[in-house]
Each structure stands twice: as structure tokens, then as C-alpha cells.
């Protein structure tokens, strides 16, 4: 009988912490990060592609959020030129995007070997269950 009281106790301590960790998830702050998320395309990406080898140079499909991380860094590393959108990156050389609305973009990206990038833009969430559900996704990956 002892036993299933302790069971009972640990299971209601456990719901108690996951009610608790929501509640901080959907209304603590936004913590000021960096605004900029920086992604290199690595050397040799171009011959890897032209050689048919699967190349992740840059993930298919990238997050942000207006206020809290609002500005794509690309910059090319690679000895060849790389196409993102109507944008033609070449050896060296840095391209900034900044986001200001939310939206989704649907980009031509040479970095990959499909040659498509999406980029997802969204508000800052606001308090409350848009919040959790922004943070989950964060935490989750999309």
C-alpha cells in the first residue's frame, strides 16, 4: 500500500514540474540573442555538388523571428561562385538579409543539391500558448 502511495507521490511531483516548465515557456521573456544567424558555405561545396555527393552546406530550411533573430549571414567560403535568390555570392564575399515582416521565402540556393532553401519568418510570439508552441519548435527544430 506504501508502495503506491510513493508511486502516486512521484507521479503527481512529475506532472507538478512538467505543469511548471510550460508555464515558465509560455510566459517567461525572450532572452536577447545574437540577431544574426551566420552560415558559411564550406570550400569545395561546388565540386562536391558537380560530383553528385550529397552536400548539406546550408540546412533546407531555415527559421527566424522578427525582433529576436532577424538577419541571415551568408557568406561564401567556397573557391566557386554560389547563387542564393537573384543574389550571386562569390568567393570571399558576405551577403546580409535582413527580415523586418513575417513570411515564408521559397529561394533558389546553389548550396544545395536539390537547389531550393526555404526560409521561415515569424512575429515575435506573444505570451501564452504561441509562445510555448514557438519555444517547442525551437527547442524540437521544425
Not at 44 to 61: F, K, M, S, Y
Request: overall charge positive.
Amino acid at each position: 500500500m506504501k508502495r503506491w502511495g510513493l508511486v502516486i507521490g512521484v507521479a503527481a511531483a512529475a506532472a507538478a514540474g512538467l505543469v511548471a516548465a510550460a508555464a515558465w515557456a509560455a510566459f517567461a521573456p525572450i532572452p536577447p540573442v545574437p540577431r544574426e544567424a551566420v552560415y558559411v558555405i564550406p570550400k569545395g561545396t561546388a565540386a562536391r555538388i558537380a560530383a553528385g555527393e550529397p552536400v548539406e552546406a546550408l540546412p533546407r530550411r531555415m527559421r527566424f523571428t522578427v525582433g529576436v533573430r532577424d538577419l541571415l549571414v551568408l557568406r561564401n567560403e567556397d573557391d566557386q561562385p554560389q547563387s542564393f535568390g537573384p543574389v550571386l555570392l562569390f568567393p570571399g564575399q558576405t551577403y546580409r538579409v535582413p527580415f523586418t515582416a513575417p513570411a515564408t521565402f521559397d529561394f533558389a540556393c546553389s548550396a544545395h543539391e536539390k537547389g531550393q532553401l526555404t526560409i521561415v519568418v515569424e512575429r515575435e510570439p506573444v505570451p501564452g500558448w504561441r509562445r510555448l508552441r514557438w519555444r517547442l519548435t525551437d527547442l524540437l527544430g521544425d
